[in-house]
């Protein structure tokens, strides 16, 4: 039975909930402070206000041990780790703003006994620049990767735990150590820089491979192969493996865009230009907008057409919004004159606001009522079983353009659809 830890945390968004959660879970206490009131006093009551499975069941199973706080004494009081899970968005120059993680350095005493664990997602240098400042700060680079929509699962069964330490702050890594040992025996313990770019070349790697197989799609069209086919061929050597090799409209969501612009930058910024990101970062830009030519194959000039949108969140099992492939297709179509018809499980009750001029519907099918075409953005369980033969009747013409090589293309067929995926041969009642 391991030691239990009365665990800080700062910052309740994905991460720092999660974690917070989490270690709750695992039976320590945690004492978890945010700066927006609502959002506390919300957990207070148990109510959780992302969506994400599992994450409201254990929250409630676990209140006893879960305090949520806006105060900083608080947090200190009674704790040795605080986590810091502040987010870093992009500034306007691509850089990662820092400010809400210097605000939580400049509140923490440097009494020897408190320690700062770095789980948001920082630039290379970060945790030497808070030791420069606070040299007896203790500090500890533990990135987090897990992915939102199975967030709980990915923080109890981690791939690898990484805890990067330096000189003077092993106390802290080895009580870090101790925390996660119960969930993975594959533990990194490296230095802080080492950590850092641990986590930036994880997802700039991901990210790449995404870009990659869309570009793969997209030479797959011109020359009439099946770009799922290819990935499936591909993901069976070990050395490559199956997972995020899924073409589509491109990657969104709150990191990977600002992970690859992170990196990309953090690089320009010592006099590397990172070339290959560069081209990641174009391409996933160009992917979203090809949908728009695929429309045209078939309808001809989309001013006046009706496009239905199935799906908004940056990918199922969430509601986030963040460089959501949605919010670029939308504008594009009706910078194209089209008129744009959407429904999402989820994001719907917020989505008119982010997407000024879509006419959000109850429910996938009354999106599709009367539309020239229809895109899956978001691969939605819930999508796969639609009445296409209904869908068909419905709409003024039945084609589909699957952003996510989602659907049973035999039953849109069967069902009277034309047919368009992402790097695969049309397909439509008369090319079988
Ligand atoms: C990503 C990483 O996967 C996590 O490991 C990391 O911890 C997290 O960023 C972070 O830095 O916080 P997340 O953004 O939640 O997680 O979602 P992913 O499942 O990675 O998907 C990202 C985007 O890539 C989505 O838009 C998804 O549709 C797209 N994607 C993913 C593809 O287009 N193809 C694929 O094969 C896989």
Redesign the pocket.
């Known amino acids: 039975m391991s030691e239990k830890e009365t665990v800080g945390v700062v910052g309740v968004g994905w991460?720092g909930l999660v974690t917070a959660v989490c270690f709750a879970e695992l039976g320590h206490k945690v004492v978890a402070l945010d700066i927006i009131e609502e959002k506390v006093s919300a957990l207070r009551r148990g109510e959780v206000t992302i969506h994400e499975p599992e994450l409201p069941k254990l929250l409630r199973k676990n209140a006893e041990r879960l305090e949520f706080t806006t105060s900083m004494d608080e947090v200190l009081d009674g704790t040795r780790l605080l986590f810091c899970c502040v987010d870093t968005p992009p500034t306007y120059s691509g850089d990662a703003d820092l400010s809400r993680v210097r605000a939580v350095v400049d509140r923490l005493p440097e009494d020897g006994h408190h320690a700062l664990v770095m789980k948001s997602?920082v630039p290379s240098g970060t945790g030497a620049a808070i030791r420069r400042d606070k040299p007896d700060l203790p500090y500890v680079s533990c990135p987090?990767?897990?992915?939102?929509?199975s967030a709980i699962d990915?923080f109890m069964h981690p791939d690898r735990v990484v805890i990067g330490a330096d000189e003077g702050s092993e106390w802290a890594a080895d009580a870090v150590a101790r925390l996660y040992a119960p969930l993975s025996d594959a533990t990194v313990r490296t230095d802080v820089a080492s950590a850092e770019m641990i986590?930036l070349a994880?997802?700039a790697f991901?990210a790449t491979?995404?870009s990659f197989?869309n570009e793969i799609a997209n030479v797959c069209e011109e020359v009439g192969a099946d770009v799922t086919e290819v990935a499936r061929g591909m993901g069976m050597d070990d050395r490559i493996g199956p997972?995020?090799?899924?073409?589509?409209?491109?990657?969104?969501?709150?990191?990977?865009p600002k992970?690859t612009q992170a990196l990309k930058m953090l690089a320009g910024n010592i006099g590397y230009h990172f070339q290959l990101l560069s081209s990641v970062i174009e391409v996933n830009e160009l992917q979203k907008r090809r949908v728009t030519s695929k429309l045209s194959k078939h309808l001809g000039s989309l001013d006046g057409k009706r496009v239905a949108l199935l799906g908004l969140a940056?990918?199922p099992d969430?509601d986030d919004m963040r460089e959501a492939?949605s919010l670029v297709l939308a504008a594009r179509l009706q910078g194209e004159g089209a008129e744009v018809t959407a429904f999402d499980p989820v994001v719907a009750a917020r989505a008119g606001e982010l997407l000024p001029g879509v006419q959000m519907r109850p429910s996938a099918m009354e999106a599709l009522d009367g539309a020239d075409a229809a895109v899956l953005v978001t691969e939605w369980p819930e999508f796969a079983d639609l009445d296409w033969s209904e869908a068909a009747t419905r709409m003024k013409t039945p084609l589909m353009v699957d952003g996510?090589n989602f659907l049973d293309d035999d039953a849109l067929v069967a069902a009277g659809f034309a047919y368009e995926g992402i790097g695969r041969p049309p397909r439509s009642a008369n090319s079988g």
């Not at 997972?243 to 990977?256: D, T």
């Open positions: 991460v997602t987090e990767f897990l992915k939102e929509g990915d986590k994880s997802n991901l491979k995404i197989i997972k995020f090799l899924n073409a589509g409209l491109g990657f969104g969501g709150s990191c990977f992970d940056f990918k969430t492939s996510r």
